[in-house]
């Protein structure tokens, strides 16, 4: 289900905005840094999917359930990407060091490139959207019609030979903690997804958490546009960087 769009994602960043913005700060901190003399290794383009809100309620993929159980799936890009980060930063001087971070690691190149990117946008508190996520997601799953729904997939799993009084219970098992999946935690993992689908679980908790998160929006909505405005400022400055 690739379609699990909710009210908030309007406010909030995806995964190839967030490599976007990534590979303009490090555009922004390598010319700093050729300002100051220095050479800076540039991050390698980066492509991300867009898969808003993969995993918010719980595990819903029959082939990673096949092939991974509960534990997370790979990903090489990332890795690639975390990996050549690694080998720049051991590779640096204590002078490049100095430049890209500043003596104290709050100054430098790389503050410098912050604050472009933050040039004109509106200063809001973003960690406000997160709570607000968090409870919604928190409301939803107390609503009478998810808990019936909770009790459906629950009577489906003790069909299965599985007892779980809901999907978070079955997801964060702690038999589940191995370096490899085991046989157990593949055989929940399939019949935990199948049985949300049986059940239309994540359709009810994703609608009914939208209606939380749209109310939210109308009970706030000045605030809201305040957060929409410094976004479009932000990812504004980002696109001016991001081809440098």
Sequence with gaps: MRNLVLPLDTYSLDGPQAARIAVAQD??????????GFQWLRLPERRTESWPNRGRYGLIEAEPAKRYGYHPLPDPRSEAAEAWIARREEGLTPKERTAAYGRDGTSGCEQEAARELLRNVPKVDFGRLDRISADTYERAKRHPDVVKAFARWSACMRAEGFRYPDPMAANNDPRWTGDSPSQAEIATAQADVACKRRTSLVRIWWRT???????????????FA?????????????????DA
Aim: one cysteine or more; glycine letters at 2%; a positive charge.
């Design 27 to 36: 555009r922004l901190i390598g010319s700093c840094m050729a300002h100051r």
């Design 209 to 223: 958490e939208a209606d939380y998160q749209e109310r939210q929006i109308q009970r706030h909505a000045k605030w």
């Design 226 to 242: 305040q957060i929409r405005l410094a976004r479009s400022r932000y990812l504004t400055n980002v696109d001016a960087h991001d």
